[in-house]
């Protein structure tokens, strides 16, 4: 199992009793780790483990009961594996970034697509806890349908999310915005594909106050950052209007 050498070792013993359930429940072709865990960046207090498993079939009914089983049993744990978001895609069809997929997020069964972003980062920076590597079939992504990728996503997804002033009352939201808007422009700009922390650093770009970097980084460390009533509403104000100048600078529009 190729875990980065530098996780944390609960966070190993986690992983392998995943795999280990995985095995003895699916017809398991592989099982692959990409995010902060790859890439050095993970934090135990906020970062989420994000894995892909792919299947000889689609799980039917008796097997998800079965795998519930185990990620309930493994969330039990709290913290990070309380965050641990699995994607099971059937082998043949890792191709295809619009097909939903059996996901498990967090705390429960939904769907989601395998996008062209997480593509691109298992590509870049993955790794195999079981399974041959590179996964079988995963396409390369070309960089300019990557680019094109992230700008639709701010043309459609964050536009809407700005016209939304009650989610930025929020602190993850705060934060999940303006590391996005970061992260895209490093990718749309340079063709880079760059960690939370290094996206934080960057903040000043988009003419992100200090005081208010300095928060993002602090909440991802695992500290609480308090803030009054009125210290949210000027907050979420100005995250707004940082979102909305940032999407017009790197769509042109």
Same mark, same amino acid.
């Given at each position: 199992?190729?875990?980065?050498?530098?996780?944390?070792?609960?966070?190993?013993?986690?992983?392998?009793?995943?795999?280990?359930?995985?095995?003895?429940? +699916?017809?398991?072709?592989?099982?692959?780790?990409?995010?902060?865990l790859?890439?050095?960046?993970?934090?135990?207090?906020?970062?989420?483990?994000?894995?892909?498993?792919v299947?000889? $079939?689609?799980?039917?009914?008796?097997?998800?009961?079965?795998?519930?089983g185990?990620?309930?049993?493994?969330?039990?744990?709290?913290?990070?594996?309380? %965050?641990?978001?699995?994607l099971y895609v059937?082998?043949?069809?890792l191709?295809?970034?619009? $097909?939903?997929?059996?996901y498990?997020y967090?705390? $429960?069964?939904?769907?989601?697509?395998?996008?062209?972003m997480?593509?691109a980062?298992?590509?870049?920076?993955?790794?195999?806890?079981?399974?041959?590597?590179?996964?079988?079939? #995963?396409?390369?992504? $070309?960089?300019?349908?990557?680019r094109?990728?992230?700008?639709?996503?701010?043309?459609?997804y964050?536009?809407?999310? +700005?016209a939304?002033p009650?989610?930025w009352l929020?602190d993850?939201?705060?934060?999940?915005?303006?590391? +996005?808007?970061?992260?895209?422009a490093?990718?749309?700009?340079?063709g880079? #594909?760059?960690t939370?922390?290094?996206?934080?650093r960057?903040?000043?770009?988009?003419?992100?106050?200090?005081?208010?970097?300095?928060?993002?980084?602090?909440?991802?460390?695992?500290?609480e950052?308090?803030a009054?009533?009125?210290?949210r509403?000027?907050?979420?104000?100005?995250?707004?209007?940082?979102?909305t100048?940032?999407i %017009?600078q #790197? +769509?042109?529009?």
């Amino acid at each position: 199992m190729d875990v980065p050498a530098d996780a944390p070792a609960d966070v190993s013993a986690h992983l392998s009793r995943l795999r280990d359930g995985l095995v003895a429940a +699916t017809d398991l072709r592989g099982l692959y780790l990409y995010g902060s865990l790859t890439t050095g960046d993970f934090s135990p207090s906020a970062s989420d483990i994000d894995v892909i498993a792919v299947t000889g $079939r689609q799980p039917g009914p008796g097997t998800l009961r079965v795998i519930e089983g185990l990620h309930q049993e493994l969330a039990s744990s709290g913290g990070a594996f309380a %965050r641990l978001n699995c994607l099971y895609v059937p082998a043949g069809e890792l191709a295809d970034p619009e $097909r939903l997929h059996t996901y498990w997020y967090g705390d $429960r069964f939904t769907e989601w697509e395998l996008k062209l972003m997480t593509m691109a980062e298992l590509a870049h920076a993955g790794r195999a806890l079981h399974g041959p590597w590179p996964p079988p079939g #995963l396409p390369p992504v $070309r960089p300019g349908e990557l680019r094109a990728h992230v700008r639709d996503q701010l043309d459609t997804y964050w536009r809407r999310m +700005t016209a939304r002033p009650d989610i930025w009352l929020h602190d993850q939201w705060v934060d999940f915005g303006l590391v +996005t808007l970061s992260r895209t422009a490093a990718l749309m700009r340079d063709g880079e #594909l760059i960690t939370k922390s290094a996206a934080i650093r960057r903040l000043g770009d988009f003419g992100v106050p200090d005081w208010l970097a300095d928060q993002i980084r602090r909440r991802r460390a695992g500290e609480e950052v308090p803030a009054s009533e009125a210290e949210r509403l000027t907050r979420a104000d100005l995250a707004r209007r940082l979102m909305t100048d940032g999407i %017009r600078q #790197l +769509t042109g529009e």
